[in-house]
């Protein structure tokens, strides 16, 4: 019989006398255990120092726990920080060379040279473009190009006017092959097309079926102002400083042009037009007649040690002449020829700029069909740039076999007369 039975027997009485005695000293055992560990668990409840290091305890384990979930938080916020940036460097660089790639980029540069730091491909590209197409202006030394993503790029560059010795700036924005903004500097209307009166005859011939009426009115008309333009020289002061285009009777090779010009060295020649095309007339029936040419003074250019690779590109710049001391006056004439052909050359080879800087399309084609004809023709020219003073234009001009006389401008005097 189990105790609890008893029990249930001692609450109905039904218990012997031993039994009783029993159960009731079990009964007391159990009351002095009750009542120990009642007074144990109320010391323990009410101990203060105990309290307080149980407190305690538990605040550290708290404090520990948050340092754990702090910790890798900051891990959970520094991986998603890093994978933002990571994204950003990866969506701006990466991707966005990726498409610098497929459009014009003024940053690149690819003519490196041993030892040399390069300027941008853009600076050669205006280089090359402002020596064939604008008479009486050269880049200056300093280009600014920088990109802002994804196939954009504020671009400044800055002319040098040969004539008056005036700097020019100019900003342009370029977005993807397209500008965003230019209206001056190389786009400006005076740049980007000739004068009709300037090289009239080149620029536009008469067709092979004009008739012969025609043709001494034109005629006629250009002596008339080519008389205009003596008499006014014979009126401006001695040293008036002065900008003339002079077109030939006949084209001039290179050799005759170098022999002409040594002859006559109170003239400064700025610019040789080149002949493109057979004279009389144009190189295509549907474009525009382009003019091409170059500046034949050794120091036209601004930079020094700075060109595109001299292999593909000899006498880039004319300056290269100084290093070839067993050159001869002799072999000037064959320097100007490689000198254009380079710089045809290289902007032939530079479509991209072409597509995005030239106001016409079919300039690239142009391009392509004067190297053609230079090539089985060889190099001549039908006009030039001249500055010089009143004084020495009248005393030049009639040994010269010119055809037509076009005055640009004057000034009063040399913009600078210790280096006329």
Avoid: C
């Avoid at 008389?227 to 077109?247: G, R």
């Avoid at 001391?325 to 490689?338: L, M, Q």
């Avoid at 006009?383 to 009063?412: C, Q, R, S």
Wanted: aromatic content about 14%; charged content about 25%; overall charge negative.
């Amino acid at each position: 019989m189990t105790f609890k039975d008893k029990l249930k027997r001692f609450k109905e009485g039904n218990v012997t006398k031993e039994e009783r005695k029993y159960i009731e000293k079990e009964l007391e055992k159990y009351e002095s255990i009750e009542e120990y560990y009642s007074e144990e668990i109320s010391n323990q409840l009410f101990d203060e120092e105990l309290l307080n290091e149980t407190v305690e305890s538990e605040k550290n384990e708290i404090k520990d726990i948050q340092k754990v979930v702090n910790r890798r938080l900051g891990r959970v916020v520094l991986t998603s920080v890093l994978i933002v940036v990571l994204l950003y460097v990866g969506i701006f660089y990466g991707i966005s060379k990726v498409v610098d790639y497929f459009y014009y980029d003024p940053t690149a540069t690819t003519q490196r040279q041993k030892n040399i730091t390069p300027p941008t491909d853009f600076y050669f590209d205006m280089e090359a473009y402002t020596s064939l197409n604008m008479p009486g202006y050269s880049i200056s030394s300093q280009t600014s190009q920088t990109s802002t993503g994804f196939g954009t790029y504020d671009v400044a560059y800055s002319f040098s006017d040969l004539f008056n010795n005036t700097v020019q700036h100019h900003f342009i924005d370029i977005s993807r092959g397209r500008l965003n903004h230019g209206y001056d500097g190389i786009f400006s209307i005076q740049n980007q097309m000739f004068d009709p009166r300037v090289f009239e005859k080149i620029h536009s011939p008469f067709p092979n079926n004009s008739s012969e009426e025609a043709i001494d009115l034109r005629e006629e008309a250009l002596d008339r102002n080519n008389e205009t333009t003596l008499n006014y020289l014979e009126q401006l002061n001695n040293l008036s400083y002065i900008s003339m285009n002079i077109t030939f009777n006949e084209d001039l090779t290179m050799e005759e042009f170098h022999t002409m010009r040594e002859k006559y060295p109170d003239l400064d020649f700025k610019w040789v037009g080149v002949r493109t095309t057979e004279p009389g007339t144009l190189w295509s029936d549907e474009a525009s007649m382009y003019l091409i040419g170059f500046n034949p003074s050794i120091n036209g250019d601004n930079s020094s040690s700075r060109r595109p690779n001299p292999e593909l590109y000899p006498y880039f710049n004319l300056e290269d002449v100084k290093k070839e001391s067993s050159i001869s006056v002799e072999e000037f004439p064959k320097v100007y020829e490689t000198h254009f052909q380079s710089r045809l050359s290289y902007l032939n080879n530079r479509e991209k700029f072409v597509e995005v800087f030239e106001f016409d399309p079919d300039k690239i084609d142009f391009y392509t069909n004067a190297l053609n004809y230079i090539e089985n023709n060889g190099i001549n020219t039908y006009g030039v740039l001249v500055y010089a003073t009143a004084e020495d234009f009248l005393e030049n001009i009639n040994k010269l076999p010119y055809d037509t006389l076009y005055i640009n401008d004057v000034l009063p005097t040399a913009p600078n007369i210790y280096t006329q």
